[in-house]
């Protein structure tokens, strides 16, 4: 019972010893957000303060950016001015940058972010046009819960309101930027997540990314999750929604997962002003994971150029111009699988193609071979006569240009303008010697072909050579085999190949 007694007495305050009592306030001031390692500004305070709650900082200017220490901006606030850290973290004591809004400290998910609204010009470093700049990056810094906006930026290529460094987490913010939105070039283990992006609206002469990932080397371990792009349309055909490559054709993206996230024009927009900007475009990826993201509106959803066993899976590529999902360039052994890919193309241009998922191998022979395409669906893909307007284009899946030893089955093809699923080995037996070694098993095939007529764009009506569920041509080489598909609907024909089909066996 004495020993209780005692407990009470201390924790009462009666009776504590001088060292127990010196501990106390320090204990307070954790307890209650007051930390010497945390600072608070507050825009609109009465003066400019000393970074305590009491009495935060009126300015970011007035910062001193330490390892270790968080900083944070009251939520409902909008901070004007320069904003550039001038400091890196370290693994073992991180930079923290985010909002509060209680009075003791605490946050407020509900309340909106703070509100940091960057100069426009000039965009040299020193104004604080961008937080960080090309290779002024600052690594292990954490950005949790803000609202950055630079809408004014002079027009330039690859301006950004963030370069990240190394070690990096960008979280949950808002960004918005007439031009770039946050780059990662050269940096390693950086995550990009449940941010929403609102840029690219300049003019069409400068390149300028919504997302950012590149090196001339290789890159290793970066996250791109469940972040919203709305792409406005501005910066020339390559200015991309979530581009990431590396520069050199040895090197590689290596731990890259792009998840979960949108990418489209912004709302009441259905097709992107910029004609030639991707959704989410890849060069380079070894063994990447692209699943569950969400492309509508933009000239093709994911595009992807070289690399081996990469991963696309549960995305939905419906209503953009072109091809829903496209493989092409180096590119082996993929699992393509569960993608809803849905009314692709249309008349916005002659020079589009219309396909649900495309596979081609300009590249020369094996560089795109050896893919699963498997339980996907591409229904009411579209065809306004593309390059050749000879009736061969609004295809489901596409198997082109020399790609070989593929296997195509469980997908659900069906409604296509053009074929359900079309093999065209190219034509050229000197770079393409051996178009084969396909299987096409067990798709579902209905009403494919429903209007594939020649010469559509200048008014023709008559009806295509190649009206089947299912065209080979130009196969030859290693055996394809075409069996326990099942077909329905009016098309003229199940299976269509060109004589050059010694190799082919239809069951």
Same mark, same amino acid.
């Given at each position: 019972?004495?020993?209780?007694? !005692?407990?009470?007495?201390?924790?009462?305050?009666?009776?504590?010893?001088?060292?127990?009592?010196?501990?106390?306030?320090?204990?307070?001031?954790?307890?209650?957000?007051?930390?010497?390692?945390?600072?608070?500004?507050?825009?609109?305070?009465?003066?400019?303060?000393?970074?305590?709650?009491?009495?935060?900082?009126?300015?970011?200017?007035?910062?001193?950016?330490?390892?270790?220490?968080?900083?944070?901006?009251?939520?409902?606030?909008?901070?004007?001015?320069?904003?550039?850290?001038?400091?890196?973290?370290?693994?073992?004591?991180?930079?923290?940058?985010?909002?509060?809004?209680?009075?003791?400290?605490?946050? &407020?998910?509900?309340?909106?972010?703070?509100?940091?609204?960057?100069?426009?010009?000039?965009?040299?470093?020193?104004?604080?046009?961008?937080?960080?700049?090309?290779?002024?990056?600052?690594?292990?810094?954490?950005?949790?819960?803000?609202?950055?906006?630079?809408?004014?930026?002079?027009?330039?290529?690859?301006?950004?309101?963030?370069?990240?460094?190394?070690?990096?987490?960008?979280?949950?913010?808002?960004?918005?930027?007439?031009?770039?939105?946050?780059?990662?070039?050269?940096?390693?283990?950086?995550?990009?997540?449940?941010? $929403?992006?609102?840029?690219?609206?300049?003019?069409?002469?400068?390149?300028?990314?919504?997302?950012? $990932?590149?090196?001339?080397?290789?890159? !290793? &371990?970066?996250?791109?999750?469940?972040?919203?792009?709305?792409?406005?349309?501005?910066?020339?055909?390559?200015?991309?929604?979530?581009?990431?490559?590396?520069?050199?054709?040895?090197?590689?993206?290596?731990?890259?997962?792009?998840?979960?996230?949108?990418?489209?024009?912004?709302?009441?927009?259905?097709?992107?002003?910029?004609?030639?900007?991707?959704?989410?475009?890849?060069?380079?990826?070894?063994?990447?994971?692209? &699943?569950?993201?969400?492309?509508?509106?933009?000239?093709?959803?994911?595009?992807?150029?070289?690399?081996?066993?990469?991963? $696309?899976?549960?995305?939905?590529?419906?209503?953009?111009?072109?091809?829903?999902?496209?493989?092409?360039?180096?590119?082996?052994?993929?699992?393509?699988?569960?993608?809803?890919?849905?009314?692709?193309?249309?008349?916005?241009?002659?020079?589009?193609?219309?396909?649900?998922?495309?596979?081609?191998?300009?590249?020369?022979?094996?560089?795109?071979?050896?893919?699963?395409?498997?339980?996907?669906?591409?229904?009411?893909?579209?065809?306004? %006569?593309?390059?050749? !307007?000879?009736?061969?284009?609004?295809?489901?899946?596409?198997?082109?240009?020399?790609?070989?030893?593929?296997?195509?089955?469980?997908?659900?093809?069906?409604?296509?303008?053009?074929? %359900?699923?079309?093999?065209?080995?190219?034509? !050229?037996?000197?770079?393409?010697? &051996?178009?084969?070694?396909?299987?096409?098993?067990?798709?579902?095939?209905?009403?494919?072909?429903?209007?594939?007529?020649?010469?559509?764009?200048?008014?023709?009506?008559?009806?295509?050579?190649?009206?089947?569920?299912?065209?080979?041509?130009?196969?030859?080489?290693?055996?394809? $085999?075409?069996?326990?598909?099942?077909?329905?609907?009016?098309?003229?024909?199940?299976?269509?190949?060109?004589?050059?089909?010694?190799?082919?066996?239809?069951?």
């Amino acid at each position: 019972m004495s020993k209780r007694r !005692d407990f009470l007495r201390v924790a009462s305050g009666v009776g504590v010893s001088a060292c127990a009592a010196a501990m106390l306030p320090r204990f307070a001031l954790a307890q209650s957000g007051r930390s010497t390692n945390v600072h608070y500004i507050d825009p609109t305070a009465a003066g400019p303060g000393d970074g305590t709650l009491a009495n935060p900082f009126r300015s970011w200017t007035s910062v001193t950016w330490l390892p270790g220490h968080t900083y944070l901006q009251k939520r409902g606030t909008t901070y004007s001015g320069v904003f550039r850290v001038s400091a890196s973290g370290t693994a073992s004591q991180r930079i923290t940058i985010g909002a509060y809004y209680r009075s003791n400290g605490g946050d &407020d998910a509900s309340q909106p972010k703070p509100v940091i609204l960057l100069p426009g010009a000039p965009t040299l470093p020193a104004s604080g046009a961008s937080v960080a700049v090309y290779k002024q990056e600052r690594d292990f810094v954490t950005y949790r819960n803000l609202d950055i906006r630079n809408p004014s930026f002079p027009e330039d290529s690859d301006v950004a309101i963030i370069w990240l460094g190394n070690d990096c987490i960008f979280e949950s913010n808002n960004v918005t930027s007439n031009c770039g939105g946050v780059y990662v070039f050269e940096k390693n283990r950086v995550t990009i997540s449940n941010c $929403v992006f609102d840029v690219i609206s300049n003019g069409p002469t400068h390149g300028n990314q919504g997302i950012l $990932v590149a090196a001339n080397g290789n890159i !290793d &371990d970066i996250r791109l999750l469940t972040n919203t792009l709305r792409h406005r349309g501005g910066g020339t055909a390559a200015s991309h929604g979530i581009r990431c490559e590396t520069y050199v054709n040895t090197a590689f993206l290596t731990r890259l997962v792009i998840r979960g996230n949108r990418v489209s024009p912004p709302a009441g927009v259905d097709y992107s002003p910029n004609r030639g900007a991707i959704g989410i475009f890849l060069v380079r990826g070894e063994a990447a994971t692209l &699943d569950k993201n969400t492309v509508t509106g933009m000239l093709s959803g994911i595009f992807i150029n070289s690399g081996d066993r990469s991963y $696309v899976g549960n995305n939905n590529c419906s209503k953009n111009m072109n091809f829903g999902i496209h493989i092409t360039g180096r590119a082996k052994s993929y699992i393509i699988e569960r993608n809803t890919c849905n009314f692709n193309g249309g008349a916005l241009s002659s020079t589009y193609y219309g396909r649900g998922i495309e596979l081609s191998s300009a590249a020369g022979q094996d560089a795109v071979s050896g893919h699963t395409i498997r339980y996907n669906t591409c229904r009411f893909n579209l065809n306004y %006569g593309g390059p050749r !307007d000879n009736g061969s284009e609004g295809v489901g899946i596409g198997v082109d240009d020399g790609a070989c030893k593929c296997s195509v089955y469980g997908n659900i093809v069906s409604n296509n303008e053009g074929n %359900g699923i079309q093999v065209y080995g190219g034509g !050229d037996k000197a770079k393409w010697p &051996d178009t084969g070694g396909h299987t096409i098993d067990s798709n579902k095939m209905d009403s494919n072909c429903s209007f594939s007529v020649m010469s559509r764009r200048t008014g023709g009506k008559t009806p295509s050579p190649f009206q089947a569920h299912i065209s080979l041509t130009y196969v030859y080489g290693s055996p394809t $085999v075409v069996s326990n598909n099942t077909f329905s609907g009016s098309t003229s024909m199940k299976v269509y190949t060109d004589g050059t089909d010694e190799n082919i066996t239809v069951k």
